[in-house]
């Protein structure tokens, strides 16, 4: 080592004292070949020790910016087991929240699944930085046997839950059943549940002319998709969906 702390004190830099700048004027004094690598590897320690630091500060600064994540969906329904009926965040709703903010960090996300035949399935969130760290977070459930679910559809549907939640974990987020948009107003806006949005799609469907019955829908009704219509319009929605397409599509 004491090699080494010569070779750095005699190839110090006029400018910022970095360990490339230490190699490259130790390749333009003909360093032996041992002193260059211990230089490439203090350069690699050093530029890992610069990326988990700009992790770290970018993720610091997104999470100040991300609000809480809000419960937008409902579950609800009966089985064998008894009644299922919870909240939860869609993973679009999260990603509208989060996606922006962590881009303008310079944070972006992905997943790695695996499926393997008689295992659970297991989700990994990678959470990556442009100056080159990362950081993951991985969780495993069983597939979701529930309703009348295909062997595929159990997967998607625990693949979702599994993403959600480690992104949730890898970001630190946290969420609420309101907001203060509907915590300022006394009309329900809870959405349908998806056996209901599964039941207005299909009655869209039978209209004359599908699209244009779900573009006249959305407006009237001013939401983006039929997953949005709060569940105190269900009934109304489903009666004018009923009714004859010459009297209303949809009235």
Same mark, same amino acid.
């Given at each position: 080592?004491?090699?080494?702390?010569?070779?750095?004190?005699?190839?110090?830099?006029?400018?910022?004292?970095?360990?490339?700048?230490?190699?490259? @004027?130790?390749?333009? @004094?003909?360093?032996?070949?041992?002193?260059?690598?211990?230089?490439?590897?203090?350069?690699?320690?050093?530029?890992?020790?610069?990326?988990?630091?700009?992790?770290?500060?970018?993720?610091?600064?997104?999470?100040?910016?991300?609000?809480?994540?809000?419960?937008?969906?409902?579950? #609800?329904?009966?089985?064998?087991?008894?009644?299922?009926?919870? @909240?939860?965040?869609?993973?679009?709703?999260? +990603?509208?929240?989060? #996606?922006?903010?962590?881009?303008?960090?310079?944070?972006?996300?992905?997943?790695?699944?695996?499926?393997?035949?008689?295992?659970?399935?297991?989700?990994?969130?990678?959470?990556?930085?442009?100056?080159?760290?990362?950081?993951?977070?991985?969780?495993?459930?069983?597939?979701?046997?529930?309703?009348?679910?295909?062997?595929?559809?159990?997967?998607?549907?625990?693949?979702?839950?599994?993403? @959600?939640?480690?992104?949730?974990?890898?970001?630190?987020?946290?969420?609420?059943?309101?907001?203060?948009?509907?915590? +300022?107003?006394?009309?329900?806006?809870?959405?349908?549940?998806?056996?209901?949005? #599964?039941?207005?799609?299909?009655?869209?469907?039978?209209?004359?002319?599908?699209?244009?019955?779900?573009?006249?829908?959305?407006?009237?009704?001013?939401?983006?998709?039929?997953?949005?219509?709060?569940?105190?319009?269900?009934?109304?929605?489903?009666?004018?969906?009923?009714?004859?397409?010459?009297?209303?599509?949809?009235?």
């Amino acid at each position: 080592m004491s090699e080494l702390k010569a070779m750095e004190q005699s190839l110090v830099p006029a400018g910022p004292l970095t360990p490339m700048a230490i190699l490259d @004027r130790a390749v333009e @004094r003909g360093a032996t070949p041992e002193i260059l690598e211990k230089l490439m590897a203090l350069q690699e320690r050093w530029r890992a020790t610069q990326a988990k630091q700009g992790f770290d500060e970018a993720m610091a600064a997104a999470k100040a910016e991300i609000p809480v994540i809000f419960k937008n969906r409902t579950v #609800d329904f009966t089985s064998a087991k008894g009644r299922t009926n919870y @909240r939860h965040e869609d993973m679009a709703g999260i +990603a509208r929240q989060v #996606d922006p903010i962590l881009a303008k960090h310079g944070l972006s996300y992905r997943y790695r699944t695996s499926s393997v035949p008689n295992e659970p399935v297991t989700v990994t969130c990678i959470v990556s930085h442009r100056d080159g760290h990362s950081e993951e977070n991985t969780l495993s459930a069983g597939r979701d046997d529930t309703g009348n679910k295909n062997s595929i559809q159990q997967i998607g549907s625990t693949v979702t839950y599994l993403q @959600r939640y480690t992104l949730k974990a890898a970001l630190g987020l946290s969420a609420s059943t309101d907001d203060d948009a509907r915590g +300022a107003t006394t009309i329900d806006a809870t959405p349908i549940t998806e056996a209901q949005d #599964d039941e207005i799609k299909k009655l869209i469907g039978a209209r004359s002319n599908p699209g244009a019955a779900l573009e006249k829908f959305l407006s009237i009704f001013k939401i983006e998709s039929t997953s949005d219509l709060p569940a105190s319009e269900f009934e109304r929605a489903k009666s004018a969906l009923q009714k004859p397409a010459k009297k209303a599509e949809p009235a």
